[in-house]
């Protein structure tokens, strides 16, 4: 089932997620901004209001507050268009008004708020409250002087309400800014879904199978949206060509294994047939023909072992790091020892010595099955190929990067230059006649090659010095 895209815009939910943050960001600051400017212009009016009552008691002095006559004189000597003055005793009681001479008609004014504030921390002020006496709404300010509070109080008249507005000029250039950073949000949301478009087109495509180019690369930006695209873009083309020369090898597999079945089965078909069609063949002829076709049989029997050990390992290197947890510390020596007890019988029959020379306390972490079938395959094609070979010897190091590195060589006719970097590749023979004639699959060194790669080593072939050839591999230690 393919997949199903939603049709969603990157770029809508991305620039109404960012930019509404930034839309509430703007407001929130505007609004704090507003109350900030407007809480300074307040505390600039009662600040001077604060000023004029100083003025007063210090021309005055405190003990002449309460002189009428002088009070009223100094609030005509300085007077300000609708300034009020109003002095109180602590207890709220009014003890002079310049705008009402008959105090005692105010009322109590303990519950007024900048009364209350001003006998508490000294001052106060309360802002667009009317008066009960005048109905007009003021401005009140007021500050304590020991026993008594000088209270000022100005009228709302068009003129304050407007020094008392805050400045809204920082209002259009929070917006002009606003539009200006949408602007840059619209364009790098754009861009960015841009790209994630034509990488979304590049999927689809890749999904369904369709025909791809390298034209989305050029595109790309140079930025990490740009790195991260092209890495998918890189590993898509990596597991596409990694899964074509999958397919191609399995084809060759498939055709190359179907090439060497075919004459095994072929002989054994006309061995039979020439059986039963002369039902009257001498004994030792047939009993020629029946071992013809034994041998031919056997040989199929290790094709058919051989390339079902190639799939294991196939399976196995498909899951390594799994496979690598299964893996136990494997005495090497002890294997190289069973490998020449097993084929010691072939070794004397064509006259060839065989060493160990890896130290017997030598651990390696591998699968024991895999590790004996490198030494055993490696072993079996010196025997099976090494022409004229008088010796098989098997040694040990460890290289810098702290690795084992054992050493299989012989000392036999070798092989050309030409053929080494290809005798791994799997039914590939140097001398394909002579290698049928000897029963051999094609498929011993590959099994080795992937083994290795199993265990994560490296495995490659060299001319021996004075003749012959060796195989080198590395493995992990324990």
């Known amino acids: 089932?393919?997949?199903?895209?939603?049709?969603?815009?990157?770029?809508?939910?991305?620039?109404?997620?960012?930019?509404?943050?930034?839309?509430?960001?703007?407001?929130?600051?505007?609004?704090y901004q507003y109350q900030r400017e407007k809480d300074y212009k307040i505390d600039i009016m009662h600040s001077r209001l604060q000023m004029y009552n100083y003025?007063?008691?210090?021309?005055?002095?405190?003990?002449?507050?309460?002189?009428?006559?002088?009070?009223?004189?100094?609030?005509?000597?300085?007077?300000v268009e609708g300034l009020r003055v109003t002095i109180v005793d602590l207890k709220g009681r009014v003890m002079l008004d310049s705008y009402e001479p008959n105090a005692d008609s105010l009322g109590?004014?303990?519950?007024?708020?900048?009364?209350?504030?001003?006998i508490e921390e000294g001052n106060g002020y309360d802002i667009k409250r009317t008066s009960a006496s005048t109905h007009e709404t003021y401005f009140y300010s007021a500050t304590r002087f020991g026993a008594l509070v000088v209270r000022a109080a100005v009228p709302y008249s068009a003129e304050l309400t407007r020094s008392l507005q805050a400045d809204n000029t920082y209002i259009y250039f929070a917006v002009a800014l606003t539009l200006l950073l949408g602007?840059?949000?619209?364009?790098?949301?754009?861009?960015?879904?841009?790209?994630?478009?034509?990488?979304?087109?590049?999927?689809?495509?890749?999904?369904?199978?369709?025909?791809?180019?390298?034209?989305?690369e050029r595109h790309l930006p140079d930025d990490e949206l740009g790195e991260i695209s092209h890495t998918i873009i890189t590993l898509y083309w990596k597991l596409r060509h990694a899964e074509e020369d999958k397919l191609r090898l399995k084809r060759q597999l498939t055709q190359n294994a179907a090439h060497e079945l075919k004459t095994p089965a072929a002989s054994?078909?006309?061995?039979?047939?020439?059986?039963?069609?002369?039902?009257?063949m001498p004994a030792d002829k047939r009993l020629h023909f029946l071992e013809r076709c034994y041998a031919q049989s056997t040989r199929m029997n290790k094709l058919l072992q051989d390339m079902s050990a190639l799939t294991k390992l196939?399976?196995?290197?498909?899951?390594?790091?799994?496979?690598?947890?299964?893996?136990?510390?494997?005495?090497?020596?002890?294997?190289?020892?069973?490998?020449l007890d097993d084929v010691l019988l072939q070794l004397q029959e064509h006259s060839i010595a065989a060493t160990n020379d890896v130290p017997h306390d030598m651990t390696v972490v591998g699968d024991q099955s895999l590790i004996y079938s490198i030494f055993r395959n490696l072993v079996d094609n010196a025997i099976a190929y090494a022409t004229g070979a008088t010796t098989i010897h098997i040694t040990s190091t460890t290289t810098e990067d702290g690795l084992y590195e054992f050493c299989v060589s012989d000392n036999g006719q070798g092989v050309s230059p030409d053929h080494l970097p290809r005798i791994f590749e799997r039914f590939y023979r140097v001398d394909k006649g002579?290698?049928?004639?000897?029963?051999?699959?094609?498929?011993?060194?590959?099994?080795?090659?992937?083994?290795?790669?199993?265990?994560?080593?490296?495995v490659w072939a060299s001319p021996t010095p004075g003749g012959g050839l060796t195989v080198r591999f590395t493995l992990s230690r324990s």
């Open 1 to 31: 089932m393919g997949t199903v895209w939603r049709s969603k815009s990157f770029q809508k939910n991305l620039l109404w997620s960012i930019g509404g943050i930034f839309i509430l960001f703007a407001v929130c600051f505007s609004i």
């Open 55 to 79: 003025e007063m008691v210090q021309t005055l002095g405190e003990d002449s507050l309460l002189s009428a006559p002088l009070f009223r004189e100094y609030v005509e000597r300085h007077n």
């Open 108 to 118: 109590n004014h303990l519950q007024r708020t900048e009364i209350r504030e001003a």
């Open 183 to 216: 602007a840059v949000l619209y364009w790098s949301t754009r861009r960015i879904s841009r790209h994630i478009r034509l990488l979304r087109e590049f999927a689809v495509e890749a999904e369904q199978g369709e025909a791809l180019d390298h034209e989305l």
């Open 268 to 280: 054994i078909h006309g061995y039979l047939e020439s059986i039963l069609d002369n039902p009257d």
């Open 314 to 339: 196939d399976e196995l290197e498909g899951r390594q790091h799994t496979a690598m947890r299964e893996m136990v510390a494997i005495n090497v020596a002890c294997i190289i020892d069973n490998v």
């Open 434 to 458: 002579r290698s049928r004639k000897l029963g051999g699959t094609g498929l011993g060194l590959a099994i080795v090659k992937n083994a290795v790669l199993a265990h994560g080593g490296t």
